[in-house]
């Protein structure tokens, strides 16, 4: 762990130092956000989030990135506050290797479909790319609980009609190692894909997104299975009450959904998710949102969601900069 801190405590005192000589570019998302509760008794919250970009190129080969986040929130009366470093990286093209680069510091990382991992890696990734081939290969600078992943993708596979993208997955946190393998495929009348993962125990995933059925609508349907045991993010398993970092159970999901643009200002959604467990009651998830844009660059957003007994209600003022 003082290994971890020191790499990242070098890396912002570097970016510290350099940015005075850099053209540093600034932006950034601010977020305020009403949630209201409801299972037998009522429980509001507020929160507001900022979060920060700066972006920097030193030289022609050289991205510098940090991205920084305050949380202020209150629930029943006790306000708290948090403040945290999301990314701080380096990256830098190898010019003597064309396609080949190195990312230092801590970065932003996520399987295909967020089954197996979504989250920070503190350590270092080697990016080459070939055309429509690219390869991944991280590994973390903590030695108490290595992480090694690896992810290869495959673009631009011309079958005729449809446009596929292979992504290859494979994942080692020292005490498991796992994989998927997914495909996702574009038609002229729908997006769909079909994922394949062994993490201790198996999963399946697959759905499709349809092309504009009407003006403004498009639906989608997914559907997966996981077998008791598999450890992993989850992906569209991850809402289930069997599944934290890990099936408890075998997991049946279905989920329809579809989103409506009734105009440039106005998006609605709708999705229901019904997951059935082995051995546990099932669990009915209901959602119904829209989002409206009040000016460029900021949306009032309204979400309303149904959990079994659980209902909240969620306002949101969203405005980036």
Do not use: C
């Not at 030289?59 to 629930?75: C, L, M, P």
């Not at 011309?158 to 997914?182: C, E, M, R, W």
């Not at 092309?211 to 996981?226: E, I, M, R, S």
């Amino acid at each position: 762990m003082k290994k971890k801190i020191a790499v990242l405590v070098a890396l912002a005192v570097v970016v510290t130092m350099a940015l005075p000589v850099m053209a540093l570019d600034i932006g950034g998302e601010l977020e305020i956000e009403r949630e209201y509760t409801t299972n037998g008794d009522s429980q509001t919250e507020f929160e507001s989030a900022l979060e920060l970009y700066l972006s920097a190129n030193p030289a022609q080969n050289v991205e510098v990135f940090t991205e920084i986040k305050a949380d202020i929130g209150s629930q029943t009366g006790a306000w708290d506050e948090a403040l945290k470093l999301n990314e701080a990286w380096i990256k830098t093209d190898l010019v003597q290797l064309p396609g080949l680069s190195l990312q230092a510091g801590r970065i932003d990382v996520n399987s295909a479909r967020d089954m197996l991992y979504d989250g920070s890696l503190d350590g270092v990734i080697a990016n080459y790319t070939f055309e429509d081939l690219s390869l991944s290969l991280g590994h973390d600078t903590d030695n108490e609980d290595a992480e090694m992943f690896l992810q290869g993708v495959k673009s631009g596979l011309d079958l005729g009609p449809v446009t596929s993208k292979i992504t290859f997955d494979y994942y080692d946190n020292s005490a498991d190692d796992s994989f998927s393998l997914t495909v996702d495929n574009s038609h002229q009348m729908a997006d769909f894909y079909f994922l394949l993962a062994n993490a201790e125990e198996q999963a399946l995933a697959l759905g499709a997104t349809s092309d504009l059925l009407a003006p403004g609508l498009t639906v989608a349907l997914d559907y997966g299975q996981v077998e008791a045991g598999f450890i992993g993010e989850g992906g569209i398993f991850a809402d289930s009450d069997s599944f934290n970092n890990m099936a408890a159970e075998d997991i049946t999901v279905i989920k329809p959904s579809a989103t409506y643009v009734i105009n440039e200002h106005l998006t609605t959604k709708f999705s229901y998710t019904k997951y059935n467990h082995d051995i546990s009651e099932d669990q009915d998830i209901l959602n119904l949102g829209a989002a409206y844009n009040l000016a460029d660059y900021t949306t009032l957003e309204l979400d309303y969601e149904n959990d079994d007994d659980d209902t909240t209600i969620t306002t949101s003022l969203v405005t980036s900069f």
